[in-house]
């Protein structure tokens, strides 16, 4: 069982920088792969960015080349530095397992606003 717990959200100007932490519980992540992932208001949830328990990394093409994920096994938890923001990233963010969420992992998220 594992929780994960994201933080880092809030306002930012197009083009600025944001950092978003997920807290992960248990002593398996760094065996997990896992993402983060958005959701805007009255759209679906997509998979922004993933990385394996070695380290490979994949990113939609919305955020490649803005966005980086990263993880630190030893502290249990995932980043997603956001570079070059867009109001389109406006949405709430959160963490999980990739490439299959688990409906039972889902956190409360942490709400991105890019505006001016």
């Known amino acids: 069982q594992v929780q994960f717990v994201e933080s880092g959200g809030g306002l930012v100007q197009p083009g600025g920088s944001l950092r978003l932490s997920c807290a992960a519980s248990g002593s398996i992540f760094s065996l997990l792969r896992v993402g983060w992932y958005r959701q805007a208001p009255g759209e679906q949830r997509d998979l922004v960015a993933a990385?394996?328990?070695?380290?490979?990394?994949n990113y939609a093409d919305f955020v490649k080349g803005r966005f980086t994920i990263s993880r630190d096994n030893a502290k249990n938890t995932l980043y997603l530095q956001m570079n070059n923001a867009k109001p389109e990233d406006t949405a709430v963010y959160y963490c999980n397992l990739y490439p299959h969420p688990s409906r039972n992992y889902w956190g409360q998220g942490t709400q991105v606003t890019v505006s001016s």
């Open positions: 990385i394996t328990s070695g380290g490979t990394t």
